[in-house]
């Protein structure tokens, strides 16, 4: 019975040796058929579409009617972006200049009221000789005319700057001559930062206003007659500090003094960028006239405006405000 069994079980074992060789074979069978069912698809499928319906043009063959370029469009787009550009460039560029170049913007932009606007004269030797130009003399006579106002009582006006060389020296010379024409005047010359003054047209003159307050000199010592209701008065030798001058408790009597010979008193005074003077004088004058300059920024001159209580004249490339 055990070499039975034993006879079996050795069968087994040629059996399944037998089933795996079969399954192999099968396999094979199954590979060999899928590839040639796959070789004939392909051969059945380039047989359908020997002949194409449709032909795809290559994107390298060049059009039969190819499209021209629109140049007029592109040159019309170009100069409307352009025109556009401009237009903001310019819209843009006058919302942020804060500069003043006309009295019409020194009322919209720094809110001050023009009195005059005079030109910037180049080699000018002396006022008379701005008088003989018919248009130069009436901008000086309407500024003058706007600044007393029909104004009866005797005035004093004081010319001052926002910065040195804006010409306010000049303005307060044809501004005396002005009144002069109606007026017994009184050319006064208090700025003592500057070494070509008024003052330097006398150099002979010593004497002036600084003598005169302290009371070593009389008024015809140190005033000098110009033309027949025009005189000057010098700024004098200082020895000391012009603020001390200025708050002087002699200061008021003094120009009281001068009004009973003189209708209008007409002050010189340092820019205010350089001392206070003007500042100190402001509250003995009647009328303050701010000279600026065209172009300048408007911040530069309006606080000192306030500060000082003075309306605006303006000078073209040199402007002015009282």
């Known amino acids: 019975m055990l070499d039975e069994q034993k006879a079996n079980f050795q069968a087994l ?4 040796d037998q089933y795996n060789t079969m399954t192999t074979a099968l396999n094979k069978t199954e590979e060999l058929y899928k590839s040639l069912y796959q070789r004939a698809s392909e051969q059945k499928l380039a047989e359908n579409i020997s002949a194409p319906d449709e032909v795809i043009y290559d994107a390298a063959v060049p059009p039969d009617r190819p499209s021209k370029p629109q140049r007029g469009l592109l040159i019309v787009m170009v100069t409307l972006m352009a025109l556009a550009l401009y237009i903001m460039y310019l819209i843009v560029g006058t919302a942020m200049d ?9 009322k919209a932009k720094a809110a001050l009221d023009a009195s005059g606007e005079f030109p910037q004269l180049p080699n000018v030797e002396s006022a008379k000789q701005i008088f003989h130009n018919v248009q130069y003399a009436d901008m000086i006579h309407s500024l ?34 002005s009144a002069s024409k109606a007026r017994k005047t009184l ?3 208090l700025d003592y930062l500057a070494s070509k003054g008024l003052s330097a047209k006398y150099p002979q003159q010593k004497l002036g206003f600084s003598q005169l307050l302290n009371g070593t000199a009389t008024a015809e ?4 007659k110009l033309d ?3 005189d000057f008065l010098a700024r004098g030798e200082l020895n000391d500090s012009s603020l001390l001058l200025l708050t ?28 206070q003077d003007s500042l100190l004088l402001a509250a003995q004058s009647d009328i303050n006239l701010l000279v600026v300059k065209a172009g300048e920024q408007r911040h ?22 009282r």
Do not use: W
Not at 98 to 106: D, H, P, Q, R
């Open 221 to 224: 010592q140190a005033i000098v």
């Open 248 to 275: 002087s408790e002699r200061l008021p009597a003094l120009l009281a003094t001068l009004h009973q010979t003189y209708d209008t008193l007409v002050i010189d005074t340092p820019a205010l960028s350089l001392a």
């Open 98 to 106: 804060k500069t003043v170049n006309s009295l019409s913007e020194l």
């Open 13 to 16: 074992g040629a059996r399944r």
């Open 187 to 189: 050319l006064i010359d």
């Open 144 to 177: 003058r005319l706007a600044l007393l106002n029909r104004r009866d009582k005797p005035a004093t006006i004081l010319v001052t700057s926002v910065q040195p060389r804006f010409g306010s020296s000049l303005i307060a010379e044809l501004l005396a001559s």
């Open 300 to 321: 530069a001159f309006a606080r000192r405006s306030f500060a000082l209580n003075a309306p605006v004249m303006r000078r073209s490339r040199s402007c002015s405000t």
């Open 228 to 230: 027949d209701q025009l």
